[in-house]
């Protein structure tokens, strides 16, 4: 009785500490998704208040344009190797450089921010413009370079894997269209092996028989 007692024990706890791991894992998937929802929606609360700022003159304006362009240039990329990545594992490299060069974007980006919403020098601001444009543009160029170079290779591998299907449909259609040299050939055979048979039925004698004479034993 004892014996029974604790394995019901034992089982009520399993039970209670498979409940208490499933309820935590729940909650940090749901604490995930949140998450990753609520950032989805700050950035697209803040890409818009961007797009709006672009119409503003000087470098408040120009500035909104650098950061929505370095963000363009980013994500693209990343789309496009993603993408490509389950179907060419050699890019995870590519895909690890990129990470990189997003911390350089969001450092970048943050710089940014900061001399649209809390730098009251104006001066200031307009002389470190240069310098940001320069870093905006050498980050574009090298988000760019791996997206073209992903796409280039994708492209290649499309058409390299279309000659070679091409090749074998090739092949089996000259394989399939073989019959057509052997026809003839078939067709004589039948009407020589029919020949006799006509000729029987016209009351004609085979070859070496004369008609009506019996064909005498040696």
Same mark, same amino acid.
């Given at each position: 009785?004892?014996?029974?007692?604790?394995?019901?024990?034992?089982?009520?706890?399993?039970f209670?500490t498979?409940g208490v791991?499933?309820?935590?894992r729940t909650a940090?998937?749901?604490q995930?998704?949140?998450?990753?929802?609520g950032t989805?929606?700050?950035?697209t609360?803040?890409?818009t208040?961007?797009?709006?700022?672009t119409?503003?003159p000087?470098?408040? &304006?120009?500035?909104?344009?650098?950061?929505?362009? =370095?963000r363009?240039s980013? !994500?693209g990329?990343?789309?496009? =190797?993603?993408?490509?990545?389950?179907? !060419?594992p $050699?890019?995870?490299e590519a895909?690890?450089l990129?990470?990189?060069?997003?911390? *350089?974007?969001?450092q970048? !980006?943050?710089?940014m921010?900061?001399?649209?919403?809390?730098?009251?020098d #104006?001066?200031?601001t307009?002389?470190?413009?240069p310098?940001?444009?320069e870093?905006?543009?050498r980050? #574009?160029e090298?988000a760019?370079?791996?997206?073209?170079?992903?796409?280039?290779?994708a492209s290649? *591998?499309?058409?390299?894997?279309?000659?070679? =299907?091409?090749?074998?449909?090739?092949?089996?259609?000259?394989?399939l269209?073989h019959? *057509?040299?052997?026809?003839? !050939?078939?067709d004589?055979?039948?009407?020589?092996?029919?020949?006799?048979?006509?000729?029987?039925?016209? &009351?004609e004698a085979?070859p &070496?028989?004369? #008609?009506?004479?019996?064909? $005498?034993?040696?």
């Amino acid at each position: 009785m004892e014996f029974v007692i604790g394995v019901l024990a034992l089982l009520f706890v399993l039970f209670v500490t498979f409940g208490v791991i499933a309820a935590v894992r729940t909650a940090r998937a749901v604490q995930r998704g949140v998450e990753r929802t609520g950032t989805q929606v700050r950035r697209t609360v803040e890409e818009t208040t961007l797009k709006a700022r672009t119409a503003q003159p000087g470098t408040v &304006g120009e500035l909104a344009r650098q950061r929505l362009e =370095l963000r363009s240039s980013i !994500d693209g990329t990343r789309r496009a =190797l993603e993408t490509e990545v389950a179907r !060419d594992p $050699s890019l995870q490299e590519a895909l690890g450089l990129l990470n990189r060069l997003h911390d *350089h974007a969001r450092q970048l !980006d943050g710089e940014m921010r900061m001399l649209m919403d809390g730098e009251p020098d #104006k001066a200031r601001t307009a002389a470190r413009m240069p310098e940001v444009r320069e870093r905006v543009e050498r980050i #574009k160029e090298s988000a760019d370079s791996l997206r073209f170079a992903a796409q280039d290779r994708a492209s290649r *591998h499309g058409a390299e894997g279309l000659g070679a =299907l091409r090749e074998q449909i090739e092949i089996e259609s000259g394989a399939l269209r073989h019959w *057509h040299g052997e026809q003839p !050939d078939t067709d004589r055979e039948i009407g020589q092996a029919a020949e006799p048979e006509r000729g029987e039925l016209r &009351g004609e004698a085979p070859p &070496g028989i004369e #008609k009506g004479r019996p064909q $005498s034993a040696s």
